[in-house]
Each structure stands twice: as C-alpha cells, then as structure tokens.
C-alpha cells in the first residue's frame, strides 16, 4: 500500500468502527414502547426506562402482584407509585399500552368478553 493511502485508510476504518458503536449503543437504549405492546406476569414483567433506574408494570406483593412504578438500583428497588393501591393484589395477567395511549390490565389468558381495566386515561390530566 503506498504510504500515503495508510492514513486515509486508517481514517475509514476509524470512522466505521466508531459508527458501529454508535448504532449499537443507540439499539440497546431504545426507549419507545410501541403502540399495542404489552407485559405480563408469567413474562416479561416490566417496560424500563432509558437509564434502567425505572421500572412501570408489575412487581411481586405477597402471594400476588400490583402494577406500579419503581426506582431500581441493582437488585433494591424502590416503590414510587401503585396503581390503585387501595385495591387488592392480583393473580396475574397483562398490561397493555393500547393505540390510544390508555393502558390497560387484562387477566389472561383473554377470553371473549374479558374485561379490560384501565390503568390511565391520557384524556385527563
């Protein structure tokens, strides 16, 4: 190679490999949770923030679970909020983010005529 293509070469190769990085970094903190996903108890329990300081879906309450927020710091997290806290914990199910921006909790499996439970109402403030 003559000397004078080396560092333009060495240049590409830098930049490729810092754009890799970049792409793979940008994947792994993806942050969207797309219109009509959901979690569940049996599963994946929890959508986590960015950062993975937060966690929004269910945590474990005695025999049960409840739905809430919490702020996990390695294997600690804290409770921040629940979602109707002064009903009782449930067996299971699911939650959904639906295409109207409500979520949902469901019992599962979903059977004709399961009743869907909103969580928020992103009509009210």
């Known amino acids: 190679m003559p000397p004078h293509i080396f560092p333009v070469y060495l240049v590409l190769v830098l930049y490729a490999t ?3 990085i970049m792409v793979m970094r940008a994947s792994t903190n993806e942050t969207m949770i797309p ?10 329990k929890s ?5 993975g300081r937060f966690a929004f879906g269910f945590y474990p309450d005695g025999e ?13 997290s804290i409770i921040v909020w629940t979602a109707n806290r002064d009903d ?8 959904t983010l ?4 409500i979520l949902q ?8 005529g399961t009743q869907r ?3 928020s109402d992103s009509s009210t403030p």
């Open 18 to 20: 810092s754009m890799s």
């Open 35 to 44: 219109l009509g996903s959901s979690i569940n108890t049996s599963t994946t």
């Open 47 to 51: 959508w986590f923030s960015s950062s």
């Open 64 to 76: 049960a679970f409840a739905i809430g927020v919490r702020l996990v710091s390695g294997d600690t």
């Open 88 to 95: 009782p914990p449930i067996s299971g199910g699911s939650i």
């Open 98 to 101: 639906g295409y109207s921006g």
């Open 105 to 112: 909790w469901s019992r599962t499996p979903l059977t004709p």
């Open 117 to 119: 439970n909103p969580i």
